[in-house]
């Protein structure tokens, strides 16, 4: 499967944005889905993953309660809906597939991976 992730941008802190993840090649509904991100200077993190029917979801502590994971699976898309962002949210968001049913916080658990997309908040 391929996966392309959009919809970063530049927002101010306390603002919104909605990234996607466009799926091809196979059809979504296979595959257990997370974000991760890469903060300037800091290793790649967990941040959210949902599950095949969407049915479970898990959050980073550091995003819970502000962002939220989802899917659409008629359209092979999985989105993050990011608010109330802060300046620490800064980072290349990626989406990533893994095949297995679990939801699990591990990169080593996701085998395909989108390119990212920027997200920068400003204070």
């Known amino acids: 499967v391929q996966l392309q992730a959009s919809g970063g941008g530049l927002v101010q802190a306390g603002g919104s944005l909605r990234l996607s993840c466009a799926a091809s090649g196979r059809t979504l509904i296979s595959y257990t889905m997370g974000w991760f991100r890469r903060a300037p200077g800091k290793e790649r993190e967990f941040v959210a993953a949902?599950?095949?029917?969407?049915?479970?979801?898990y959050y980073a502590d550091s995003v819970k309660g502000r962002f939220t994971i989802s899917r659409d699976n008629a359209k092979n898309t999985v989105f993050l809906q990011m608010d109330n962002l802060k300046p620490e949210d800064t980072a290349v968001y990626y989406c990533a597939a893994r095949v297995a049913g679990v939801i699990t916080t591990s990169q080593t658990g996701y085998y395909y991976w989108g390119q990212g997309t920027q997200v920068t908040v400003s204070s």
């Open positions: 949902i599950a095949r029917s969407s049915s479970t979801t």
